[in-house]
């Protein structure tokens, strides 16, 4: 059980000497594997060579999770139990033989929203849940541990999804771990609300983690941390047992070093979840048989229709660099065979990019009162019970929530919400409009399998229509910050999306583990 205390950042000056010493390959009986950057198959390959065992992946984590995490602060907190689950791994692997299942023995973290029944917190980062308890684990939790994963621990957050305040909670800062750190760029941002979840994969804290995503919240983080982040569509994985932010557009997904690692994630957690009745019986129609790694196909790209709107996602980036790999990136897609769609437009694109303007932020505080305090009244025990306790849990604790710096006016706003009214229903149908003469109406008029956008800035799109999304790394900047694509589609369309990634990725393979300068992680330790 270990905590990482904000407080408690001086960097160890062996720093450096100890990423080493851990040792990044593991011999054994004379062969080499290397766990840093290992794939999920990779490794069930170890493992079925007896090359490597879930234990000893598990103790490598914890080892670079102490190392790395007084730094990067990935990880809110450590299963005590992470190594007791993956020797029971083994065991079952002893004793079955075969094959149990790709997920087997593989340690993952999980975003700290994401309830699990065992002596981990789930607490949004907040100190507000500390003590709760939850009934039961969350839908997605219950398929991984059917599937033999080991949950590692919970990665970190921007506390409460930044709901708390949307302009005064930076990304990736949550009470309990302190502020996330970019692993590629220290004063760079790891995005969010899935900073944790980005930063440890990326880092190679674990394996792979979950992260959730409401607006932009697995895109964003994934594409700033050099990682594939895929956002389902609603309903395709449960959201039972997740602390909600605004069900009727939140998804949980993986966060993964590749897009063949995100759809074996995606396999286990994605189906029908009778405690999110309503959304998986619509979502889980979508699942084809035999799952999604039939799509992993080399050849993925050919014949795709992908469609390319430069206002405003390609001219206004900031960065020339950005700019120039995304017109490379055009032309690897078109050698592989898909059709680039070129100078297409949006409708009223400038609305829907604007969260304050089209609405979508009031609605999603008002869903946010009214399914947090559902969500609060079902914990078996928890010193809040409502929005109002947290509220005052903050009040009361300034130092500890860092009340005067970081505000909480979303939250005070969403508190005086009184529920979905004339007001928001009006929103609702207006958001429901601009997809249908938006997004929806350029896909279909053209067409299109994708829409292709560098960077995270379609995220809005996605977030009002319920589409999915996948993003792949696809460079560094000229400070080497990194930088994703993001491919978006219809609701359902996952299989589609995920040929076109994985083609992408094939033809790319632009990820690099990040490099760590000791000045810099130093100089970030002592602020
Ligand atoms: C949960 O939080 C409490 C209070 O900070 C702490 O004592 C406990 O160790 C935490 N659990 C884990 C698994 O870290």
Request: glycine content about 10%; some cysteine; overall charge negative.
């Amino acid at each position: 059980m270990v905590i990482y205390d904000p407080a408690s950042s001086v960097l160890p000056k062996t720093f450096i000497s100890l990423l080493i010493i851990t040792g990044l390959v593991l011999t054994m009986n004379g062969q080499e594997f290397t766990i840093e950057e290992a794939t999920i198959r990779e490794i069930q390959q170890a493992f079925a060579d007896n090359k490597l065992t879930s234990r000893q992946l598990v103790d490598f984590y914890l080892n670079r999770i102490q190392e790395l995490n007084p730094v990067l602060r990935g990880v809110v907190e450590v299963n005590p139990d992470a190594r007791d689950l993956a020797d029971e791994a083994d065991r079952e692997k002893q004793s079955n033989g075969g094959s149990l299942g790709d997920l087997h023995g593989i340690p993952l973290l999980v975003k700290d929203t994401i309830g699990t029944k065992d002596k981990m917190n789930t607490t949004a980062g907040s100190y507000a849940l500390i003590g709760s308890e939850v009934a039961r684990d969350a839908g997605v939790v219950e398929r991984l541990r059917k599937a033999g994963a080991v949950i590692l621990g919970k990665a970190s957050l921007s506390e409460w999804y930044r709901i708390r305040s949307i302009n005064g909670v930076p990304n990736g800062w949550c009470a309990r771990s302190g502020q996330g750190v970019n692993p590629y760029i220290t004063s760079g941002s790891p995005c969010g609300s899935s900073s944790g979840s980005a930063i440890s994969v990326a880092a190679n804290m674990v394996a792979v983690s979950l992260g959730t995503e409401t607006h932009s919240s697995i895109i964003c983080p994934s594409d700033h941390n050099s990682v594939v982040g895929l956002k389902p569509t609603i309903g395709l994985t449960s959201r039972a047992g997740v602390i909600p932010c605004a069900p009727r557009w939140d998804t949980i997904g993986p966060i993964c070093r590749t897009v063949e690692d995100a759809v074996y994630v995606l396999d286990v957690i994605a189906g029908f979840d009778p405690r999110d009745d309503e959304a998986t019986r619509e979502g889980s129609q979508f699942i084809p048989e035999g799952g999604y790694k039939q799509f992993l196909k080399n050849e993925g790209l050919k014949g795709k229709r992908l469609g390319v709107v430069r206002s405003p996602f390609v001219d206004k980036l900031h960065d020339s660099a950005i700019a120039a790999s995304f017109e490379d990136h055009l032309s690897t897609l078109r050698k592989r065979g898909a059709i680039v769609v070129d100078n297409l437009h949006i409708a009223n694109i400038d609305e829907i990019l604007d969260p304050h303007r089209s609405g979508e932020l009031m609605v999603m505080a008002t869903d946010f009162k009214i399914s947090l305090n559902a969500y609060l009244k079902e914990l078996i025990t928890s010193p809040v019970r409502s929005l109002t306790d947290i509220i005052t849990f903050n009040q009361n604790n300034p130092e500890l929530e860092k009340l005067a710096e970081y505000g909480q006016q979303t939250f005070i706003e969403a508190e005086e919400s009184t529920g979905i009214g004339e007001k928001e229903i009006q929103v609702l149908e207006n958001l429901e409009k601009l997809s249908k003469e938006g997004f929806e109406k350029l896909m279909k008029e053209n067409d299109l399998d994708a829409l292709v956008t560098p960077g995270s800035r379609a995220s809005p799109i996605l977030a009002i229509g319920g589409y999915p999304a996948i993003t792949v790394p696809a460079g560094y900047d000229s400070d080497g910050m990194p930088f994703g694509i993001c491919f978006g589609g219809l609701r359902g369309t996952e299989p589609k999306l995920v040929e076109i990634a994985y083609g992408f990725e094939q033809a790319t393979k632009v990820r690099r583990p990040p490099c760590f300068s000791t000045s810099e992680l130093s100089e970030k330790a002592s602020v």
